[in-house]
């Protein structure tokens, strides 16, 4: 079946070291979202990418969508510990409803102040 | 704040019963979406509702099922209770198609 895939699993950084995980699906994506999910919390939507390539910034954050719509990639760029949290990234399933995300298990970050 | 309410926060429940878990979402969000998301892994989707029918499922069995109300709150019901039930619940609404999903806090089940 569909999969999204999330590497690393975990990623501990010193604070002011930047950060990046990285997102596969296993079929094209109409559009890929970015959630951020604090300890004990719920996930909060961060951003949409729908084009082919685009790149996305939220102040330290960058986001990309690749040329074959299967990638994405969020970028942090000297982290803080404000930054603490899980990142997915999730994508429509296949001839689903719209509510009806697949997502990836998540890169973990900590961050050593 | 997202606007999504759910209740109860947290939940004990034992093998066999049944749970109803409550949500309330954001005024005009026709689209309510039930999520299971199991400790260490990403949300899972369970069902979704619109206009008060239900108009896509996830992997999960007929014990699962689900009602939503003209006030924009919804139910998600489980029947027979199994220890792997025990997870966050996450309600998310939407306003339109392929919009992003705005979560609630979640309920903590646990089944013992």
């Known amino acids: 079946g569909q999969q999204v895939m999330q590497i690393p699993q975990y990623q501990h950084v010193q604070e002011g070291e930047d950060f990046t995980t990285y997102c596969n699906s296993s079929?094209?994506?109409?559009?890929i979202q970015w959630y951020k999910q604090r300890p004990g919390g719920h996930p909060v939507f961060l951003i949409q990418?729908?084009?082919?390539?685009e790149v996305k910034k939220q102040k330290r954050l960058t986001f990309q969508f690749g040329e074959a719509k299967k990638n994405s990639s969020l970028h942090i760029t000297a982290t803080q510990t404000t930054d603490v949290g899980t990142y997915f990234c999730?994508?429509?399933?296949?001839?689903?409803?719209?509510?009806?995300?697949?997502f990836g298990k998540g890169t973990k970050l900590s961050v050593k102040p | 704040e997202t606007g999504v309410t759910q209740s109860p926060t947290h939940l004990i429940k034992t093998r066999g019963q049944q749970v109803t878990l409550r949500c309330s979402s954001q005024?005009?969000?026709?689209?309510v979406s039930w999520y299971q998301q199991a400790l260490g892994q990403g949300p899972q989707f369970i069902f979704q509702?619109?206009?008060?029918?239900?108009?896509g499922r996830g992997n999960f069995p007929p014990r699962f099922s689900g009602l939503q109300f003209p006030n924009y709150s919804s139910e998600l019901n489980v029947n027979a209770l199994e220890l792997d039930d025990s997870a966050l619940y996450l309600c998310a609404s939407s306003l339109q198609e392929n919009s992003p999903l705005h979560f609630g806090n979640g309920t903590r089940l646990t089944v013992t």
């Open positions: 990418l729908v084009k082919s390539g």
């Open positions: 079929t094209t994506l109409s559009n």
């Open positions: 509702y619109y206009r008060e029918e239900e108009n």
């Open positions: 005024s005009g969000h026709n689209t």
């Open positions: 999730a994508g429509p399933a296949y001839g689903g409803s719209q509510g009806n995300l697949i």
